[in-house]
């Protein structure tokens, strides 16, 4: 099995930064496709940003210029910059697992971990 873990959230004032790694452990080859998404009370869970394997990254418009993504090895990050009360919401990794084999490819989420942004 494989599991997901999100660190890294907490309290930050607007304008701050926080920078959120999330780590796969377990029977894990490869990750392909990872995504951060995010989701506040009330709403949907969106996506923020997904990088692929060549290293391309996307962004949602409302994050871009502000937000990184990035990874290395088993571990994938978001780098936030410039935050703001709007940002506040539980993030989630999202990402696409080859087992050790190379054999089975699996989508699997991690449990969230909360960024609140407020002065």
């Known amino acids: 099995q494989v599991q997901l873990v999100e660190s890294g959230g907490g309290l930050v004032q607007p304008g701050g930064s926080l920078r959120l790694p999330c780590a796969a452990s377990g029977n894990v080859g490869s990750i392909n496709i990872a995504s951060w998404y995010r989701q506040s009370p009330g709403s949907q869970r969106d996506l923020v940003a997904r990088?692929?394997?060549?290293?391309r990254a996307n962004y949602a418009d409302s994050v871009r210029d502000r937000f990184t993504i990035s990874r290395d090895n088993a571990k994938v990050y978001l780098q936030m910059n410039r935050l703001k009360p709007e940002d506040t919401a539980v993030y989630y990794c999202?990402?696409?697992?080859?087992?050790?084999?190379?054999?089975?490819?699996?989508?699997?989420w991690g449990q969230g971990t909360q960024v609140t942004v407020s002065s």
């Open positions: 990088i692929f394997t060549s290293g």
């Open positions: 999202n990402a696409d697992v080859m087992d050790s084999a190379y054999v089975t490819l699996k989508n699997f």
